[in-house]
């Protein structure tokens, strides 16, 4: 029996209780990472757990790499003299440094490795679209690009949206190397034409300033279990900030919303849960995926049986599931799609974005769960747009349980997930992930041998 009782499955289809947390969370506006609005975010998070009954609720805090915004201006000279300062046209991206380059514009395309190799880009300023091409077999990440440019001698970056409507796209370039070693901003689709259009007419000179604050702040993991007290535990995940330019409603609003949903459910069922459930909205995830680092350091992997990670779910109703290649992990969600006859899409590419890697790198099975969307890329993602009129609380229904089902039947306790080594794992990694993560300072396998 893999799904719900129907009396829990007819509860879940007129909830509102995952909507309400929704509301509360995007009203609180700015929720970065280490900033007052992540602590109210998981604050909110907490009480949650509290009024649904979980056990053990806790906010566990942990220091991080912050970053606070500061202006960014681009000015063109060259072929075209221009000033760009508007935050609908260029923002710095978390990770930059604060600082002054100018150097000839350089545009490298959707940012293949192929792209920056054709690309002489020495003392220049790259530029790359944040679109993956449809015959790519992998997404090309935004901090992929920047740790190419870096890696090819570029002085700075420009990451330019793919997405129209006035829309520059943030995001991560520091990581565990933080501050980045170049300054880097995003443009908005918009700007991007231009300068591209404008580079077509001779040389094009691009100075960018940007201004950031780099420094050590607090983040916090909010934590909660339900079900037997046994040492194995099934892990359902989420990540509570947000980027500071839009009230991160699908990103990821959403997912932590539904994780309390989906804790709600199952603490119905818990009489019938045979393994233990930790509910984890991780801190700092869209920084460096800090919090779910401090997590997993801070419990015996050997005893994680899997982990559920959901991040960017509720922009529809059809479940979307990478299973980084466990595919035990695959062949759950396949049942549970199987089980209610609905639609199931997959990916098996293992990826080091999104918090499951921090269990995926060390071998635990882990699944990083989201919708499909008929956007390209990140859509709203990422930019001022991410708000909550993109979302229906329909999809918020169907998507609950689905996932609960999944986190129920992974508690059985004659259901394996082997994990799998280190090394193993490395092993399976794209080239392109491999060159990200050693430039990025985030290679995790810090005794092998340079590749």
């Known amino acids: 029996m893999t799904t719900l009782p129907n009396e829990v499955i007819g509860d879940a289809q007129t909830s509102t209780f995952h909507w309400r947390v929704l509301e509360d969370l995007v009203d609180i506006g700015n929720r970065m990472a280490g900033q007052q609005g992540e602590r109210r975010g998981a604050e909110r998070v907490r009480d949650a757990f509290e009024e649904i009954g979980l056990r053990n609720v806790d906010l566990e805090e942990f220091e991080i790499d912050g970053w606070w915004r500061g202006d960014a201006v681009l000015e063109t000279a060259g072929s075209h003299t221009d000033t760009y300062n508007a935050d609908y046209q260029v923002i710095g991206l978390p990770g930059t440094p604060s600082g002054t380059v100018e150097a000839e514009l350089v545009d490298v395309g959707s940012g293949r490795l192929a792209d920056f190799e054709d690309a002489d880009l020495e003392g220049k300023v790259a530029m790359a679209s944040s679109e993956t091409p449809d015959d790519h077999d992998r997404r090309l990440h935004r901090m992929e690009k920047y740790a190419s440019a870096v890696d090819a001698g570029a002085v700075g970056f420009v990451f330019r949206n793919h997405v129209e409507g006035c829309l520059p796209a943030t995001g991560e370039i520091g990581y565990d190397n933080r501050p980045g070693p170049i300054p880097a901003v995003g443009v908005s689709k918009e700007v991007g034409r231009r300068l591209l259009r404008h580079a077509e007419d ?250």
């Open 202 to 451: 001779g040389e094009l000179t691009a100075e960018l300033a940007v201004e950031a604050r780099n420094e050590p702040t607090d983040s916090v993991n909010v934590v909660g279990e339900v079900g037997p007290d046994t040492d194995e535990v099934v892990m359902v995940t989420s990540h509570v900030d947000a980027h500071d330019i839009a009230e991160g409603a699908n990103d990821n609003g959403a997912g932590t919303a539904l994780v309390c949903e989906i804790a709600r459910l199952l603490k119905q069922v818990e009489d019938d849960l045979e393994t233990r459930v930790r509910f984890v909205p991780f801190g700092s995830e869209e920084i460096g995926l800090q919090g779910a680092y401090h997590s997993a350091a801070t419990q015996n992997l050997e005893t994680v049986k899997c982990v559920i990670n959901i991040d960017g779910a509720g922009n529809s109703r059809t479940l979307w599931i990478n299973a980084n290649e466990f595919d035990a992990v695959e062949e759950l969600f396949e049942e549970i799609a199987s089980e209610y006859d609905v639609p199931l899409e997959t990916s098996d590419t293992i990826s080091p974005h999104g918090d499951q890697w921090a269990f995926v790198q060390e071998g635990v099975p882990a699944s990083m769960t989201a919708s499909t969307s008929d956007s390209s890329g990140r859509g709203w993602g990422h930019t001022h747009a991410d708000t909550l009129d993109k979302l229906d609380v329909r999809d918020f229904r169907e998507l609950s349980v689905l996932v609960a089902s999944a986190a129920f039947t992974a508690a059985e306790a004659d259901r394996e997930f082997p994990q799998r080594s280190r090394e193993e794992t490395k092993e399976l990694l794209d080239e392109g992930y491999v060159q990200e993560l050693r430039i990025g300072g985030r290679w995790p396998y810090e005794d092998d041998p340079e590749v």
